[in-house]
């Protein structure tokens, strides 16, 4: 059974930056676009940045475009999100996600897959 295992939140300064990785373990043959979406509190999820199986194509969303970048390794089924330029409204919990068709979208319906979710804070 594949789990979504999320790793790197914490806690940053604005202006600061962070890395959170997403690993698709029990299979390796994924072909999946994979996304990072946040939850704020009291707010309704966000979509973040997605990003297609081989990693030729991105998405980003307006909200952090500029400042947040994806990636992905195809051989170890994993993505991350480099988060620079921090600023406190950042401050959320970050799900990684796998999708269950087509490429990196943008819609949270879009995803079948959930991680556990991991906490960001950043302070100003």
């Known amino acids: 059974q594949v789990q979504l295992v999320e790793s790197g939140g914490g806690s940053a300064q604005a202006g600061g930056s962070l890395k959170l990785s997403c690993v698709a373990s029990?299979?390796?043959?994924?072909?999946?676009?994979m996304a990072w979406f946040r939850q704020r509190s009291g707010k309704e999820r966000e979509f973040v940045a997605a990003?297609?199986?081989?990693?030729?194509?991105?998405r980003i969303g307006d909200s952090v475009k500029g400042r947040f970048t994806i990636s992905r390794v195809t051989a170890t089924n994993t993505i991350t999100l480099h988060m620079d330029f921090l600023e406190p409204e950042d401050t959320a919990v970050y799900y990684c996600?796998?999708?269950?068709?087509?490429?990196?979208?943008?819609?949270?319906?879009?995803?079948?897959?959930w991680g556990q979710g991991t906490q960001v804070t950043v302070s100003s």
């Open positions: 990003i297609g199986w081989s990693g030729a194509s991105t």
């Open positions: 029990g299979r390796t043959d994924r072909r999946y676009a």
């Open positions: 996600a796998e999708a269950c068709r087509g490429g990196p979208s943008g819609g949270s319906e879009d995803y079948a897959l």
